[in-house]
């Protein structure tokens, strides 16, 4: 293997001392060409791993070991391009449509205590943003493109972090979400091991909780779609102004594999937020509730207080007495659909049962699709 040779060829001249011409010629000028058929070896090699890793048995863990060695000391040789970027990280979208930073920090602190720790970062930045309602779309659009009927990973899409893909992200569904990202890309950065997967369940979580909600029993430990090519088509989250919006409900949610009062419960989270016409088409430009903030202001709450989840959504989707508030047509129907009724019903008079199963629906809805290491996942200390 070309591999072997290299490194065969390097050791050698690493055991003996340079022989140098003169005084200016260095180690360095003289590793300068072994050093760069290095990293391309090992650029191509862990390329290949990562594109295939769990699809090509002929990837093997031992061969990424050798490869990022390799690399890493070719990188050490010679000048990296990326080394302009070490002072700082910027948000971009790379050539290949994933949304990331220029470089990531390395952290040697675990899986588990880098999720405790981007906790925190987000209810930082939950207090001091008030973007709770983007951060819970985030991660629901993320999770809401499963198909219970594909088995395969990560095919059967869901939970997986394909919507950091400049292609999926780009949606007309996903309008806007660019913002959640930019929000939450410093913290990836600052805890590499966190995926994007986890991240945007774990910032959707918290953001529910943070505005009053119930606790959501999170499972941590997704693995990410590896490349744009595991993006869902388009089309597969919910759309307010289908023609039969209770049929169009169900066939999206059913297909994910819920039941009719998990869908209730779930649309219980327009509780938070606003819908805004530049994004969706829906809602006014501003009301009396929205019209100074707090965030930009602007759009069309469910909501009076648009930034505390409680059960007042069902409350006011049921009366539909205040003209400054929204109600879609899929929002409507469950109260005018007899089965969805019984549901909505009971969370508009007992906010402790709409807390439980919402819970519930929210947690299932987080794992949909998705692929843990360690299989069985991690759960996180409870709160005090």
Known sequence: MAEATIASQLSLMLKAPPTLSSPSQSLLQQLKPMASSLRTIASFRIFSYSSADRRSPRATPSLLSFSSSLKSLAFSLLPSPLSRHQRGSAVNVSTNGRFSSVTSPKCAASLTDQLKSATEDIRQILKSKHCHPILVRLGWHDAGTYNKNVK???????????????????????????????????????????????????????AIEEAGGPRIPMTYGRVDAPSPNYCPEEGRLPAAGASSPADHMRKVFYRMGFNDKEIVALSGAHTLGRARPER???????????????????????????????????????????????????????FEDPSFKVYAEKYAEDQETFFKDFAEAHAKLSNLGAKFDPPEGIVLDAAP
């Open 280 to 334: 969706s088409s829906w809602g006014k430009p501003e009301t009396k509730y929205t019209k100074n903030g707090p965030g930009a202001p602007g759009g069309q709450s469910w909501t009076v207080q648009w930034l505390k989840f409680d059960n007042s959504y069902f409350k006011e989707i049921k009366a539909k007495s205040d003209e400054d508030l929204l109600v879609l047509p899929t929002d409507a129907a469950l």
């Open 152 to 206: 395969e990973w990560p095919q059967r899409s869901g939970a997986n972090g394909s919507l950091r893909f400049e292609v999926e992200l780009k949606y007309k569904s996903n309008t806007g979400l660019v913002n959640a990202l930019k929000l939450i890309q410093p913290i990836k950065d600052k805890y590499p091991a966190v995926s994007y997967a986890d991240l945007f369940q774990l910032a959707s979580a918290t």
